[in-house]
């Protein structure tokens, strides 16, 4: 079968190599990849930024779906023509994240879903919703269930809260969907005004432009009746990390999910205090937040917006589209 392999860092170094196709054991499944999507954290990976001293070769991408083709004995889950995803942390189930079930990430920890065919554990496997296509479907594992997890996991909302969310790319996009489900009031910032009234098709109630408005903390209290937004969707990292503080009511919640602009903080412990924040990392999510997602989805008839699909094999081209910033939502790919 083919794959992708890290072997060096850097896009053009990823190698499309033949591998034996694998073989399944007990309480596993032999399933024939479909479709993917593309996270940032995956152009950092390839990149050599995320793990620097990341195990190679590997093969990369946490999103997959695929098809059953064939399972081991004791396999229970699911049986052979299902549609199903895997999920990104293989060994996260329910309950709090391990240090054990951190070591479980797909395409990163263990190998990922660039190739043709994956065994996966029968645990580490959903069905994927019958409403969407193979490649909405593949939009799910990570950023979904991140934005998922981060709306409804600590934060504790009543309708009519007001989420603050920064920028269009996947998980930003997917919490604006699901912030709208549960009667949030949303305000999604970005630097471009033809994104942002994509945004408002979509249902933002408000958007900034942080180019043009600098001072996008201060505007994002002003919408939130001079108090503070109630819970802000922290993607950017340590630009944008402080300014998330101030934007921030007393006893706010940030949940704190990548470093687009970096990692270095720029907060004080008394910012903390002062305001009694609420601060929580956010790392994807269990098997069940997915499943529980999952049918919100299907009840809601809830579609993944995606912006651009390539074929499987031209993943250099993805990430270099992913890496020109030009997408709204997700970038996937298709197995053909």
């Not at 499944?29 to 620097?52: K, Q, W």
Request: aromatic fraction near 8%; glycine fraction near 10%.
């Amino acid at each position: 079968m083919r794959a992708f392999e890290i072997q060096e860092f850097g896009i053009d170094k990823l190698a499309l190599v033949e591998r034996d196709k694998p073989v399944t054991g007990p309480g596993q499944a032999l399933v024939r990849m479909t479709a993917a999507s593309l996270n940032f954290r995956d152009y950092m990976m390839v990149g050599g930024v995320y793990n620097p001293r990341l195990k190679r070769p590997v093969v990369p991408l946490s999103d997959g779906v695929g098809v059953v083709e064939e399972t081991g004995e004791g396999v229970t889950r699911v049986k052979k023509g299902d549609r199903v995803a895997g999920c990104f942390f293989q060994k996260w189930i329910e309950g709090p994240p391990t240090r054990e079930k951190a070591n479980s990430a797909l395409g990163g920890a263990i190998n990922g879903v660039a190739c043709e065919y994956m065994v996966f554990s029968e645990e580490g496997l959903v069905h994927a919703p019958a409403s969407l296509s193979d490649e909405e479907a593949a939009a799910l594992p990570c950023a979904a269930v991140t934005a998922w997890h981060a709306l409804f996991g600590h934060a504790g909302h009543t309708p009519g809260d007001t989420v603050l969310l920064q920028g269009t790319g996947g998980v930003s996009i997917f919490a604006l969907q699901f912030a709208l489900l549960a009667g949030l009031r949303t305000i999604i910032t970005s630097s471009s005004d033809e994104k942002l009234a994509h945004a408002k098709r979509l249902g933002a109630h408000e958007t900034i432009n942080y180019k043009t408005t600098p001072n996008w903390d201060e505007a994002a209290r002003k919408l939130a009746a001079g108090e503070g937004v109630d819970h802000v969707i922290e993607v950017g990292g340590s630009d944008t990390l402080a300014r998330s503080m101030k934007a921030l009511r007393t006893h706010g919640a940030i949940s704190v999910i990548g470093v687009l602009s970096g990692a270095e903080a720029a907060i004080t412990p008394v910012s903390v205090l002062a305001s009694s924040a609420r601060i929580q990392g956010i790392y994807v999510g269990s098997r069940n937040m997915f499943e529980q997602m999952n049918r919100a989805i299907e009840f809601h008839k809830i579609k993944p917006v995606i912006d651009k699909t390539f074929e499987w094999t031209y993943l250099k081209e993805a990430l270099r589209y992913m890496e020109s910033q030009q997408h709204f939502g997700k970038i996937c790919l298709k197995f053909s």
